[in-house]
């Protein structure tokens, strides 16, 4: 049960996805220190290595697409990594501890959250701006779950005008859960972190910021999608009716999603949202079922009709977009252990970065 809560509280649900063999990518990226070493990490971090001043990474066409002073882009790679893609290449500016959670407050503020876990109950709050040296709060938590019960622990959400809220649980025992039996929180108390407030934590949420529509994507010509209905085999040894998408495409012709036998979850293919029409990507939204009942929801993201799709998107604006991919690492013993990740920067259809990383953060 708690790995199933741990695995939900994720922010983005990863699936495998292999290289792509289109375009080749740039050569290796250099990375530098914009503010050097007196502004390198002072804490368990790792200092920022030294590296050549960076080669043009963009033909000055491309450049001119990317803003002014760049765009920052946080990720979680062996701790937090603060990188800036501008018009003569990606930099790494700073390395910081390990944090459960960050998020941007705005373009140049990025608030990260350590702690708040069954095992580290107290928490600290880094705010880097500009990739600066962090400022950190303390708070100390004195309510909250037990060390062996899955109830929900801390989080950061955002409020209005940029103001970013932390939210913990303070339940002492399980005392809620949904349909699927996961743990939720009966009793969850907020306090502002940027900025900072010395107010007392209160129990009512903060305002939830103005929703931004999603940009309407028309299907693009030349790729089209229609219903099937699958039979396959479950682990009971039964079998089960799923409905997917047959993609067609002038490259050819495949199942989306792409589902393996035996099934333990019975899928159906709800929806379809158009992302970009050059290249064509979309997201599949499908509902799951398992063969205990537990219903859900799957979100599968395709660059055309590959069936094996990405493990992740993020539109950057202006043309500018990334995926990720995801790649399995096995350890000498044969295990595997945690998946590393690479996103692949792109303005339109040219690839213009690789970031290390396996979650991307973005204003």
């Known amino acids: 049960m708690m790995m199933r809560w741990f695995l939900c509280a994720l922010w983005l649900a990863c699936a495998g996805c292999p290289a792509k063999d ?15 070493a007196a502004t390198a990490e002072k804490t368990a971090a790792a200092p920022v290595e030294a590296a050549p001043a960076p080669e043009p990474l963009l033909a000055p066409a491309l450049a001119e697409r990317l803003p002014v002073n760049g765009l920052m882009l946080a990720m979680f790679a062996d701790g937090l990594s603060i990188f800036r893609l501008d018009r003569t290449g990606l930099h790494l500016l700073r390395r910081g501890p390990d944090p459960g959670q960050m998020i941007w407050a705005d373009s140049r503020t990025l608030i990260a959250l350590h702690g708040g876990t069954f095992e580290h109950r107290d928490v600290t709050i880094r705010t880097y701006v500009d990739a600066g040296e962090p400022t950190t709060q303390e708070i100390a938590n004195q309510g909250g779950p037990g060390p062996d019960l899955p109830v929900p ?6 409020g209005r005008d940029g103001e970013v809220w932390l939210k913990r649980c303070m339940d002492t025992d399980i005392e809620r859960v949904d349909e699927n039996n996961i743990v939720l929180c009966e009793r969850t108390v907020y306090r502002r972190v940027h900025p900072p407030s010395t107010d007392l934590d209160t129990t009512t949420p903060p305002a939830a910021p103005a929703e931004k529509p999603a940009a309407r994507v028309e299907q693009p010509e030349g790729i089209k999608l229609k219903r099937k209905t699958v039979t396959l085999r479950n682990e009971a040894h039964r079998t089960d009716k799923h409905e997917v998408f047959t993609c067609t495409s002038p490259s050819g012709t495949a199942q989306v999603p792409a589902l393996a036998e035996p099934a333990f979850d019975v899928y159906k293919a709800r929806s379809v949202r158009w992302l970009r029409q050059s290249p064509p990507i979309y997201m599949v939204t499908g509902s799951t079922r398992s063969l205990i009942g537990e219903k859900g929801t799957r979100e599968d993201i395709f660059v055309g009709c590959d069936p094996a799709g990405v493990a992740g998107y993020v539109d950057l604006g202006d043309g500018i977009w990334a995926w990720l991919e995801e790649i399995e690492v096995q350890r000498p013993d044969g295990a595997y252990a945690s998946p590393r990740g690479i996103w692949h920067v792109h303005v339109d259809e040219t690839e213009i970065a690789r970031v290390p990383g396996l979650w991307l953060i973005t204003p």
């Open 22 to 36: 289109a375009t080749p990518g740039p050569a290796p990226i250099p990375t530098t220190s914009a503010a050097g």
């Open 153 to 158: 622990g801390a989080a950061l959400i955002h």
